[in-house]
């Protein structure tokens, strides 16, 4: 079977040595190993503003708490996405206004943002879904406009680009997840890439109590409190050996996309995905709409390959009731999209196989 999802982990010889060292050195915790893999983390994505922290919920939640969104808030989010991107935001107290997706990409509607700003609103959330990069030409017109802060949630878009910087030097706030079937897993792991020294150094306090690292504990004194989400040395150690890799893998996914873009254009049954103004997918799942999805999935599984639409529609859990509104778009999308294997386990013949299949019809 090729699977649709698939932790890549760094050669054994390569990466058991390092987590050896960092494991018997005497200092687990969060310390050097962690600050040199931002260091590195910042390079790769072009930006040197960037904290490591536990996972991509505690990157969200650090967020939120930076923007004091809380009760009597609201913040503008997608259905269409992993849900610890939503509940985060209803662990905060605020409330989700659902803004509807583009029917074709299944990416927030830019327009549909637009209508549901009000005085309340606090920050629009957005998910680069899959991959896809959304709309941010009009988003941060939206954002200038308004005053109104973007988090990205780049969850699944680790390598993707918008006017050619990779995603994470865009926005106020751009969140990572390093969990274990995310583009580069640390096993588990996130990160914040920031814009403004003053947010970083904010969160940097809050992934720790609320302390001041570079302040003596005896001299610190804590004005707000914090949480403990900062990433420890073992994680980092193994973040380090795999930013090695990631050239090389971030560059398969996106030759498989682009493979697949090609290679299915006008096949029948299917509709392509069109990609927004100068952005490039990280193609973390190849994403398309087909007709008559079950047969679809059960055609593709007879032969060995694993598709699936993977998220459930967010809106639909009972803790977001109170969100509840009408979302054509997102009605429209739910029921034709679905993903493809397209990552670093996905080779030529695999590829090719999987077009075949797809090409034979179901
Ligand atoms: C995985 C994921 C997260 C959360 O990341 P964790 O590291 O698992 O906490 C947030 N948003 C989206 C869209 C995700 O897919």
């Known amino acids: 079977m090729i699977p649709l999802v698939q932790p890549y982990l760094a050669p054994s010889q390569e990466m058991m040595p390092e987590i050896e060292k960092i494991l018997y050195s005497g200092y687990i915790a969060e310390g050097e190993t962690v600050y040199q893999f931002e260091k590195e983390l910042g390079k790769f994505i072009g930006n040197p503003k960037v904290l490591a922290l536990q996972s991509g919920t505690a990157a969200l939640h650090i967020v939120l708490t930076i923007l004091n969104i809380g009760k009597g808030d609201e913040v503008i989010s997608t259905p269409m996405t992993a849900e610890p991107t939503n509940t985060t935001i209803a662990l905060t107290g605020a409330k989700i206004v659902w803004a509807d997706v583009d029917p074709n990409t299944g990416l927030l509607k830019p327009e549909s943002v637009r209508e549901k700003i009000t005085k309340k609103t606090k920050a629009v959330m957005l998910v680069h879904y ?73 969160a940097r306090k809050l992934r720790w109590f609320g302390l001041d690292k570079k302040v003596p504990r005896l001299q610190n004194d804590i004005t707000r409190a914090g949480f403990k989400y900062g990433m420890n040395n073992v994680t980092a150690a193994i973040g ?54 079950d047969d679809f999935c059960r055609k593709m599984e007879e032969n060995g390959v694993i598709t699936s639409p993977l998220h459930h529609r967010n809106d639909t859990h009972s803790v977001f009731a109170e969100s509840k509104c009408k979302l054509p778009g997102m009605d ?13 386990w996905v080779n030529d013949e695999s590829r090719e196989k999987i077009v075949k299949v797809i090409r034979q019809g179901w």
Request: charged share 25%.
């Open 332 to 344: 429209e999308w739910y029921g034709s999209f679905v993903h493809i294997p397209c990552g670093w």
């Open 240 to 293: 380090r050996v795999q930013l090695r890799h990631m050239p090389e893998i971030l560059g398969r996914y996106k030759e498989n996309g682009r493979f697949y873009d090609k290679a299915l254009k006008g096949a029948d049954g299917i509709t392509l995905v069109p990609y927004y103004n100068q952005t490039e997918p990280s193609y973390w799942l190849y994403t398309m709409k087909v007709k008559r999805r």
């Open 130 to 202: 899959a991959g896809m990069v959304c709309d941010m030409e009009r988003f941060h017109e939206i954002s200038e406009e308004t005053g109104i802060p973007i988090i990205e949630d780049s969850a699944h878009c680790f390598g993707g680009k918008y006017n050619e910087k990779m995603i994470g030097a865009n926005s106020r706030f751009t969140c990572y997840s390093f969990q274990a079937i995310k583009q580069m897993t640390t096993v588990d792991g996130g990160a914040i890439a920031f814009q403004r020294e003053e947010d970083m150094a904010e």
